[in-house]
């Protein structure tokens, strides 16, 4: 009775409603029933791979269907990936950025370079309301540099992205995905979730040049190549852009509509520590620093130098991003959290310490990983193979941490993130529709949920997991049944 009055408690703080399913409609069939007679029985999902559990608070299973098949898990990865990063690096983990200067100070003029020494923020420049302004961290940076009685830098700035390995993808995301915004791999030292905002002019007629207007914000020496052309009217923006972190080059191609002013995008930027530096210079510049025009990579020699350090700016808890990580399914804030808990673990922030560091917790935890492969943090990659067992067995886990109610909170659900538009329909009663609290995910031919239903006094707190891959249908046609069983959980006693 004590687990259940918490768990009530729980309901009434985290979804505003009252525990009251004996006087709403339910599903007219119990979770089980719903995959024997329903999906089972639609044509859509007979050439589809479908592996379904759920267990209740009492580790009693009420449904189940090849529960034990690895399966791609498209952005229901996110949850593991955060849930580890809550209980390893703790819910109140901060990312740091500092500044710093070399060389001599006298009368006003900085004989040496100014340094920005990333910690990997994933925030940092961010529109996100999680991060700060722009201009208020640029503004504490230059108020520091002026409180040392700096007016004039004859030197640099001087970009360290060396916290985390420099990696622009894992190497199982696919070419077409990277220059995309969220093919945006994380960084040291990232700036404006390292995407950048890009305007499309079409021309008027039919093979007239196409003018590309990269807004915001700029990295220095870097050319865009542009192979656009204007198509006709209502021929859907058929834009693509291409680049990597090999040179600063990028390059558009494809057709954009002549009858669309502007087609806005943004695009993803392998050198968001070269604008973090630039940004930050014109900053300076407007509030009365000169300073060097070069933008300059820290290397090894700079490591090494004595630096003085100015300021140290914080992003906010971690808690709080990964709020936004799995609401909205932020793919950019998920990688950066899988790296970084490889950093903390080993001193190095790849992609491959992340994956060792990862599965050693898992089995520090107790979590059976039969079932489990992560190859990268958000669940972009094809190479993420998870099964509903292991879900099940590690949101179990999750619900017995002093983090779980973080974690639980941070789930999208009904009209919230990712669950805008899920389970809206006037044939679910919103009362009980509000009692699941999961994560969505969606690849071509993929579609997965995961995460927890508050179900009633005698299921207790429910985890389930659904996956869906290799349909051929619309995803539209999977998932109404997807939600109808969701709404089978929460119409249990």
Not at 90 to 110: C, H, M, N, P, W
Not at 207 to 226: H, K, L
Not at 294 to 311: C, G
Request: glycine share 10%.
């Amino acid at each position: 009775m004590k687990k259940v009055f918490c768990y009530l408690i729980l309901t009434i703080i985290t979804c505003g409603f009252v525990n009251n399913l004996s006087a709403q409609p339910k599903s007219k069939f119990t979770p089980q029933e719903y995959i024997d007679n329903v999906i089972k029985k639609d044509p859509n999902y007979k050439n589809a791979v479908v592996a379904i559990k759920a267990v209740d608070e009492h580790g009693k299973t009420i449904a189940h269907w090849n529960s034990n098949l690895p399966l791609l898990t498209a952005s229901t990865l996110k949850t593991v990936t955060t849930g580890l990063g809550l209980i390893y690096l703790g819910e109140d983990y901060r990312f740091t950025t500092k500044v710093a200067y070399s060389g001599t100070i006298k009368d006003g003029t900085l004989n040496g370079n100014v340094y920005i020494i990333g910690g990997g923020d994933p925030t940092l420049g961010s529109s996100d309301p999680v991060a700060g302004p722009i201009d208020s961290i640029f503004g504490i940076w230059t108020k520091a540099l002026k409180d040392l009685g700096i007016r004039k830098i004859e030197g640099n700035v001087v970009v360290d992205d060396s916290f985390l390995e420099r990696e622009v993808i894992p190497d199982s995301w696919t070419w077409g995905n990277i220059g995309y915004d969220f093919g945006s791999a994380p960084s040291g030292l990232p700036f404006n979730e390292d995407v950048q905002k890009v305007k499309i002019v079409p021309g008027k007629e039919i093979g007239e040049n196409v003018q590309i207007i990269v807004s915001y914000p700029q990295v220095p020496g870097f050319e865009y190549i542009n192979n656009l052309s204007t198509a006709a009217a209502k021929s859907g923006d058929r834009s693509e852009y291409y680049t990597s972190s090999l040179a600063k080059v990028g390059m558009f191609t494809g057709s954009v509509p002549c009858d669309r002013d502007t087609v806005r995008s943004t695009i993803s930027n392998k050198f968001g520590y070269l604008s973090c530096g630039w940004e930050f210079r014109e900053f300076l510049v407007r509030n009365g620093i000169n300073v060097g025009y070069d933008i300059l990579i820290a290397d090894k020699e700079d490591n090494s130098k004595e630096l003085k350090e100015v300021t140290t700016t914080y992003s906010k808890e971690l808690w709080e991003i990964v709020t936004v990580t799995n609401r909205i399914s932020n793919n950019f804030y998920a990688e950066t959290i899988f790296k970084t808990i490889g950093k903390v673990a080993t001193g190095e922030g790849s992609y491959r310490t992340a994956s060792e560091t990862a599965l050693k917790l898992l089995d520090s935890l107790g979590v059976k990983t039969i079932g489990y492969t992560q190859d990268d943090g958000s669940g972009l990659s094809r190479q993420n193979y998870l099964s509903p067992d292991f879900f099940i067995d590690f949101y179990t886990m999750m619900s017995k941490k002093p983090v779980f109610k973080k974690f639980f909170e941070s789930m999208p659900y009904r009209g919230v993130g990712t669950f805008k538009y899920v389970m809206t329909s006037p044939n679910f009663n919103p009362e009980i529709a509000n009692r699941v609290h999961a994560k969505s995910g969606s690849l071509s031919n993929v579609k997965t949920y995961a995460g927890y239903v508050l179900g009633g006094e005698k299921t207790g707190l429910i985890k389930f997991a659904i996956l869906v891959n290799n349909y051929s249908c619309p995803t539209s046609q999977i998932q109404k049944h997807l939600e109808g069983f969701m709404y089978s959980l929460a119409s249990t006693e």
